[in-house]
């Protein structure tokens, strides 16, 4: 399970800073590498996409500082 998570974390961050990029300096590098409208650049997106989802989904179970926070509003 850590090595997807360090995959779909990963994964994040390079779309995160692929839209900074985008944001930027209107320069969006899955596009550079797999090529516009590409089936290639389709995937990557997906994935991305999937690795967010994954990410939002696991994250309360995984996040120390998450459970932290969580155990003193219940306790206040």
Same mark, same amino acid.
């Given at each position: 399970?850590?090595?997807?998570?360090?995959?779909?974390?990963?994964?994040?961050?390079? +779309?995160?800073? @692929?839209?900074?990029? #985008?944001?930027?300096?209107?320069? @969006?590098?899955?596009?550079?590498?797999? +090529?516009?409208?590409?089936?290639?650049?389709?995937? #990557?997106?997906?994935?991305?996409?999937?690795?967010?989802?994954?990410?939002?989904?696991?994250?309360?179970?995984?996040?120390?500082?998450? +459970?932290?926070?969580?155990?003193?509003?219940?306790?206040?």
């Amino acid at each position: 399970m850590k090595r997807l998570h360090l995959l779909t974390f990963s994964l994040v961050i390079i +779309g995160g800073l @692929n839209w900074l990029l #985008v944001g930027l300096f209107d320069w @969006n590098l899955v596009q550079l590498v797999g +090529g516009e409208g590409t089936t290639l650049a389709t995937i #990557v997106y997906i994935l991305i996409g999937l690795s967010a989802v994954y990410e939002i989904a696991t994250h309360k179970s995984r996040c120390k500082g998450c +459970g932290d926070m969580a155990q003193t509003k219940a306790a206040a």
